[in-house]
């Protein structure tokens, strides 16, 4: 019989939030799996529980070369405990290599639900929650950064995006830059912890304030597209859109059959908006 594979989410700042299978499970598993080993003595220190397994660490620069050890040891029919520093496993964070071996294998995969920045950070902010997408970290390059933003530019969705805090003046400029500067939006830091700070506003407005610094844990919540019915899209938006997408290695003719289909229009007017475009230089 194959063992079972745990992902148990971790608190992201108040330890008190700790779901109670936590600790039975970090008591119990044969082996636990941990992104900071330091971390999680700190954590069962915390929740007054010892781990009678082995423990291991499990980060972004052993991932590749341990997740085949870890499935040998599912195999074999050990339960196996996967944490990472805070929040659900794979979500921005070490996980996914393990569980999609884990599936492939037949070994049977469960969770400890936790803590989320993502839903926390979405529900504090003040946006539509009905609908949403999570981004995770941005390319750390301008160019690549800015190219992926205007990527989901016409996203109608809210979107949750996770981002270091020496970067968050340049992603917010960014996005002011892809989105418009009164796009609303807001930035959650130190989520559950004693220094935890909403702040709402524009993303221009956002921008300006983290230039002076800011630290901490962020996650950045954005307000979707305006919802535009068919034809309401002027030229210069046909064009920004059909470029975006050529930039993503799409070809001229799918872009602009693409772009079209998404606005409501005939192929032949996003065409005529890309031709002048291009004649006037833009």
Not at 136 to 154: M, N, S
Not at 244 to 262: C, H, M, W
Request: aromatic share 4%; glycine share 10%; charged share 30%.
């Amino acid at each position: 019989m194959t063992g079972t594979l745990v992902l148990a989410g971790t608190p992201i700042g108040d330890v008190r939030d700790a779901p109670p299978r936590l600790a039975e499970e970090l008591a119990g598993a044969d082996v636990v799996a941990a992104e900071d080993t330091r971390r999680l003595r700190r954590l069962t220190q915390a929740l007054g529980v010892t781990p009678r397994g082995r423990v291991v660490s499990y980060f972004e620069g052993n991932e590749s070369a341990r997740t085949p050890e870890l499935v040998e040891e599912l195999a074999g029919g050990a339960r196996v405990l996967l944490v990472t520093d805070a929040g659900m496993p794979s979500v921005s964070d070490p996980g996914y290599r393990l569980v999609a071996a884990a599936v492939e294998r037949d070994v049977r995969v469960t969770a400890v639900p936790g803590p989320s920045a993502v839903l926390t950070a979405l529900a504090l902010s003040g946006l539509p929650v009905d609908r949403f997408c999570f981004e995770g970290f941005l390319p750390r390059k301008a160019g690549e950064r800015l190219t992926r933003l205007r990527e989901v530019a016409g996203e109608r969705r809210t979107l949750v995006y996770f981002e270091a805090p020496h970067r968050l003046d340049d992603t917010l400029a960014a996005m002011a830059e892809a989105f418009g500067a009164d796009r609303r939006a807001a930035v959650c830091r130190e989520l559950t912890k004693t220094y935890e700070e909403v702040r709402r506003g524009g993303l221009g407005e956002l921008a300006a304030w983290a230039a002076e610094g800011v630290r901490g844990e962020i996650t950045v919540v954005v307000e979707g597209a305006p919802d535009r019915g068919p034809g309401e899209l002027d030229a210069e938006e046909l064009v920004r859109r059909v470029r975006v997408r050529e930039e993503a290695g799409e070809r001229r003719k799918e872009a602009i059959a693409a772009v079209a289909a998404q606005a409501g229009l005939p192929k032949r007017e996003v065409f005529d908006a890309v031709v002048a475009a291009k004649n006037a230089g833009a």
